[in-house]
């Protein structure tokens, strides 16, 4: 795809491809036929990052192609959904002739949400002042009439917000509404509307199940909100300061109360069950802890965390890379059963694409 561009007319054909490989993959593992959801073809992207060129008077967001690393200059960008497609040229527009808001402006990164909030951080070659906070913030009283926008200024060591570092994300799953804080910088999933299905199979799955759930790689409570409510107790830990503390204040917005996050990374959860029956002060004694998901970044689970999982009765796997899938699936198939089977497609027009499965212990 080049860069900058989306071609609706391949979408499918496109998505067919990747089901079929993942399907090729996980055919010794005796996998059923996924189920597939499909991404919208245009504007379904809630992050975006851009260089910002200056050209005389004249300025533009850019990026570079991967594979030539020339520049490319963006006018329309359809792969960003509507709320930042929409803003970019709006933002341009607004900061050309404001010398304080465009001086040495090297980057802006936007941060959506399906409820409508947009967050831009405008990062800069040189320190930031006061006069730029007031500009920042009139330009945000400016546009409050038409625009949910919040801007953040940064530089080297440095960071200025007219309001918050954040957005809230607001869906429905289940006739339930969920509320998710969002931190600029950290980890969110992308594309918004996969990510509710995503969690919608989850739940599909962990309402059959019963007990208590260990949820590792949970970053800022994503699933384990959302599945809080199939479980008796939930335990979720998270090696990232600023996703623990996102998760922690994600649980008091949705009034979750069975559901704990504990800063430790798989490895430390590994050692610590295999030493005794206790996380940090936690003690596990009087749970079920019969169900674990996994989010595992692209390097799969390492050696001791395959260990772990596959001493529980029901593994949910998510997984950002169908290839470390496989060889954790070489491991784990002795032991258990792929059940079902999904593909969530969570970047079009790329190779990438997001694998769940459930497996159940024999």
């Not at 990026?63 to 497609?85: G, L």
């Not at 559901?259 to 029956?277: K, P, T």
């Not at 169900?291 to 593994?315: K, Y």
Request: glycine share 4%; with cysteine; net charge negative.
């Amino acid at each position: 795809m080049s860069v900058g561009q989306v071609f609706p007319e391949q979408y499918l054909t496109q998505l067919t491809d990747k089901v079929t490989r993942v399907q090729q993959l996980l055919a010794d593992f005796n996998a059923p036929n996924a189920e597939v959801f499909a991404s919208e073809p245009t504007h379904y992207r809630l992050r975006a990052e851009f260089r910002i060129w200056h050209d005389g008077d004249d300025i533009y967001h850019a990026m570079f192609d991967a594979e030539s690393r020339e520049k490319v200059r963006i006018d329309h960008f359809p792969v960003a959904c509507r709320a930042i497609a929409d803003f970019m040229p709006v933002l341009l527009k607004q900061i050309q002739f404001n010398h304080e808001l465009r001086y040495k402006l090297y980057q802006v990164d936007y941060l959506a949400t399906l409820s409508g909030e947009l967050l831009v951080s405008l990062i800069y070659k040189r320190p930031l002042t006061n006069s730029w906070l007031e500009q920042a913030t009139a330009l945000t009283e400016a546009l409050a009439s038409e625009y949910n926008v919040k801007f953040i200024g940064r530089s080297r060591k440095q960071k200025l917000m007219v309001s918050d570092d954040y957005v809230t994300e607001q869906f429905e799953l289940d006739n339930t509404q969920l509320k998710y804080q969002q931190v600029e910088g950290s980890f969110t999933q992308p594309n918004g509307e996969v990510n509710r299905h995503m969690l919608g199979w989850a739940k599909n799955i962990a309402n059959k199940l019963s007990g208590d759930l260990l949820e590792l790689y949970c970053g800022n409570g994503n699933f384990s909100i959302a599945l809080a409510p199939c479980f008796d107790n939930v335990v979720a830990t998270e090696i990232s300061r600023t996703s623990i503390k996102s998760a922690q204040y994600n649980i008091a917005l949705n009034q979750v109360t069975n559901l704990q996050v504990l800063q430790m990374s798989a490895e430390d959860v590994s050692a610590a069950l295999q030493q005794g029956n206790t996380l940090k002060q936690l003690d596990l004694t009087n749970m079920q802890l019969n169900t674990v998901l996994v989010d595992p970044p692209r390097a799969g689970l390492d050696a001791g965390t395959e260990q772990l999982v596959s001493r529980f009765n029901d593994i949910i796997y998510i997984s950002c890379n169908p290839d470390t899938l496989a060889q954790n699936l070489q491991a784990l198939s002795s032991t258990h059963d792929i059940i079902q089977l999904a593909v969530f497609d969570q970047f079009p027009y790329t190779h990438h694409i997001e694998t769940g499965v459930w497996l159940r212990k024999r």
